[in-house]
Structure formats: C-alpha cells, structure tokens
C-alpha cells in the first residue's frame, strides 16, 4: 500500500507528540545537529528501501526528541486549522513556516537552531517522498512491528500461545465530565471500535466525519466507536474545550474519553507509534487483530477496520 503524504503527516506529527511525551526516544537515532545520512544514495532495492527509509524515520525521530522545550513551543504554535499536507506540502516546510509564524517566542539562537532542524526535516521528507514512489510498500513495511508496543511489555505485545491481548483497563471520563468504566464500555458493546487521536493532527481530524458514520452503523449492530483524544489526558481543560470544538465542527456524537496518563491505558496511549490509531475490541475487553493505523478515509484501513468488526461481531453471536 502506498503511504501518502497525509497518512505521513500524522505519522511525522505523531512523531513530535511522541518526543515531547517519550524523551527517551531520543536513543532511536543520530543526534540532530550531526549530518543528515542517507541523504546522497538511493536504495538499490526494494529492502534497501525499506532500511534506509527506517533510518531516515529515525533520524527525524532524533531530531524532534532534542530541545523538546523548544519543540512544543512550536507545536503547540501551529495552526490547527491549516491543511498541512493535503497539498502534498512538505513537513519540513510545514515546520519552517509554524516557525516563522511563531519566532517572537524564540531567542535567535533558538530559532536558528529550530530552523536548521526543519531543514534537516525537509530534506529527509523529500528523501522519504523519493522512496515512496519507487517502492510504495516500504513505509508500511517500516513501520510494521514499530507501533504502540514496546519491547518486553505484556500490555502490548501479544501472546505467542494465539490467544487474544486484553485492552489496558480504565477508569475515566469522557469530555462532558461523565465516568466512563473499561469493563462496563466494552462488556455493553458487541464490538468497540476505540480511535487514538489528537486534534492537531490533520488525518485524525479527517475521518471524524467517517467515524461517526462508523459510530452510527454499529449502533444498529449492537456496538459503539469512542475516541481518546491523547491531548486531554488527565483531564486538561484546556485540550478539552479545543477537542470538544474541533469535534462539535465536524459533527462527531460519539464519546470521546480520556484517563489518566500514568494508569495502563495511559502507558498504552504514550507507546502509540502512528496517529490516528484504530483499535477493535471484543466484549470481553480482547483486542482483536492488529491495530488500524492511518485514517479510515484510506481504502485498505477501512476495509481492514470492517474486517475486524465483523470478526467480533461474528464472535460475539457465537
């Protein structure tokens, strides 16, 4: 499956979230002020491709994972209103210009800094772009396996005697302040289908739309859909009333929830690699498949995402 710009977008931005949440990732790759690498080749092959493009994805890894401070300073800048890269536009670009936009915030050598690392970013997106279109499978093909799961973890990685992963249980709210229990969620539902987002993600924001129709097609089957903004963990007011707008403009109804960063399902959200992450849940609270990542509005992740309804709801009826 080819990897477009989009789906690359809320993976990159996924990246930035991740670094301001993990600052351990910064051992992923070389640090940001040595020399882009890779940058002069082009793979030979399609597991060439499928190498450099992981070392590439590291190395911008690294990058946001230094001067985090900094980082959210800029992140928290951009404009949640802008299309991003629905115009193909490059990440790299997208930083340079949240930078520009926001440089009243930064000294001159923090600008100079932020800068020179979005320059780095943009010429490893056109790196990454290059690869994409000779070899379409080697993005999807990096990134299996690298998603919400850290090693040695019994949360998230799952069994090798084929029996099914739990999800991490909670105890939370959902954004009109109303308790929202894991076990009581899920023993009520045929199926569940629960959606990782953020809201400055543009392709999270983009299948909300998709979702709540999703949301209204399993209702009628006995299942629900709720969202888990990783913004509003723990409650932040703030990360709520910019949640609740953006889904009140696109006209969600479903639930959306949050709970605490440091319980399980906390710990589950800040492994999650990739935005917008799609899980599917059983009522016995059994993950079921492997999550969807990228948005629904992308022809293989929804027919993936059916798949795997179905499958739960052909278990539940016996």
């Not at 703030?238 to 707008?245: G, L, N, P, V, Y």
């Not at 599917?280 to 059916?306: F, S």
């Amino acid at each position: 499956m080819k990897i477009n710009r989009t789906n690359t977008a809320g993976r990159i931005l996924a990246l930035l979230l991740t670094a301001l949440m993990v600052l351990s990732l910064a051992a992923c790759g070389t640090k940001g002020g040595d020399k882009v690498d890779g940058m002069s080749s082009e793979p030979k092959n399609a597991e060439e491709a499928v190498a450099m493009y992981k070392e590439l994805m590291a190395q911008e890894n690294a990058i946001l994972s230094e001067d985090t401070a900094l980082w959210e300073k800029v992140f928290m800048a951009a404009d949640k209103g802008m299309t991003m890269q629905e115009d193909g536009k490059n990440y790299g670009e997208f930083l340079l210009d949240t930078i520009e936009g926001s440089k009243d915030q930064f000294t001159e050598d923090e600008l100079k800094l932020l800068k020179e690392a979005a320059e780095k970013i943009r010429e490893i997106e056109n790196k990454l772009t290059m690869i994409e279109k000779k070899y379409p499978e080697a993005a999807q093909q990096s990134t299996d396996g690298a998603m919400s799961v850290p090693a040695g973890s019994d949360m998230t990685t799952p069994p090798d005697d084929g029996s099914m992963q739990k999800f991490p249980a909670f105890e939370g709210k959902d954004l009109d302040g109303n308790t929202v229990k894991s076990d009581e969620l899920f023993s009520a539902n045929a199926v569940t289908v629960v959606n990782f987002w953020f809201t400055t993600c543009n392709p999270c924001v983009g299948e909300l739309s998709e979702l709540d129709a999703l949301n209204k097609e399993l209702a009628k089957k006995g299942g629900a859909l709720i969202g888990v903004n990783t913004f509003t963990l723990d409650g932040d007011e703030a990360a709520i009333s910019e949640a609740k707008d953006v889904l009140a403009k696109k006209g969600v109804t479903y639930q959306n929830v949050y709970f605490a960063s440091d319980g399980e399902a906390g710990k589950f959200t800040t492994n999650i690699f990739a935005y917008p992450t799609t899980y599917v849940v059983d009522r016995n609270g059994n993950i079921v498949g492997d999550p969807i990542v990228g948005a629904i509005t992308e022809k293989k992740q929804a027919e993936t995402l059916q798949k795997l309804i179905d499958q739960a709801l052909a278990a539940d009826m016996g």
